[in-house]
């Protein structure tokens, strides 16, 4: 079974809005990962939390932990047409097997 | 330096036949992954090599799937007498430090 489920299945915004989704898992991890996809193809590493810490930012985007609810969420600021993509969270959990959600599709508009 | 290089980028094959896909990862990558990622779909764990560790075979969902990894290398993903739900994208990754993930452009399967 999969170890993340991504919330919104799919988002549509404009240009200039923030873009928030969520991500929950199941089991205890060693971190969380962030990765963004585009075209259904190869992913990009985006961020990384750790599971001692509950906040991280990059650039634009800010992500959250919360280990008790086991969930995250990534937040992009200020979103542009670029970062129309699809993202996934990644866990893993003592072995380093990588598990990914069923992702978001955001699509944001000019 | 190169990134992670997935060859074919495209497969088309006739259902029963075998394929072999290949991952060469980035030099030093010590982890390589292999996932499944149908239409529309989130990505699927196949299997998972750590260095000179016993690969964890645990995503593979059926015997007609194998994967080596020759020399901690290059890793080719097997599927034999190949099925219509075997058409998807896969996808290969690998990490220095078992943490960022490096993925390749995937190869297309498709399977008529």
Not at chain 1, 16 to 40: D, F, P, V
Not at chain 1, 72 to 97: E, H, N, P, V
Not at chain 2, 57 to 79: H, M, N, Q, Y
Request: aromatic share 8%; proline share 2%.
């Amino acid at each position: 079974s999969q170890q993340g489920e991504e919330d919104p299945q799919a988002l549509s915004i404009q240009e200039g809005e923030n873009a928030t989704m969520n991500c929950s898992y199941k089991t205890s991890i060693n971190n969380l990962q962030w990765y963004r996809q585009n075209s259904g193809r190869g992913l990009v590493h985006l961020i990384l939390i750790r599971s001692n810490e509950r906040e991280k930012h990059s650039g634009r985007l800010r992500v959250t932990l919360d280990t008790s609810k086991k969930s995250s969420s990534l937040l992009i600021t200020a979103s542009r047409a670029a970062d129309t993509a699809s993202y996934f969270c990644a866990t893993a959990s003592g072995t380093y097997k990588y598990i990914f959600g069923t992702g978001t599709r955001l699509k944001v508009l000019a | 330096g190169a990134g992670v290089s997935q060859s074919p980028s495209n497969k088309v094959t006739e259902k029963g036949k075998d394929v072999e896909l290949r991952c060469d990862p980035i030099s030093g990558h010590t982890a390589l992954y292999w996932y499944r990622q149908s239409l529309g779909q989130g990505l699927e764990f196949l299997i998972y090599f750590q260095g000179n560790s016993a690969p964890d075979k645990s995503g593979l969902p059926s015997d007609r799937f194998s994967a080596e990894r020759t020399g901690g290398s290059v890793s080719t993903l097997t599927i034999q007498r190949t099925q219509q739900e075997d058409s998807a994208v896969y996808l290969c990754a690998s990490s220095s430090d078992r943490e960022k993930l490096f993925f390749g452009s995937g190869t297309q399967l498709s399977v008529l």
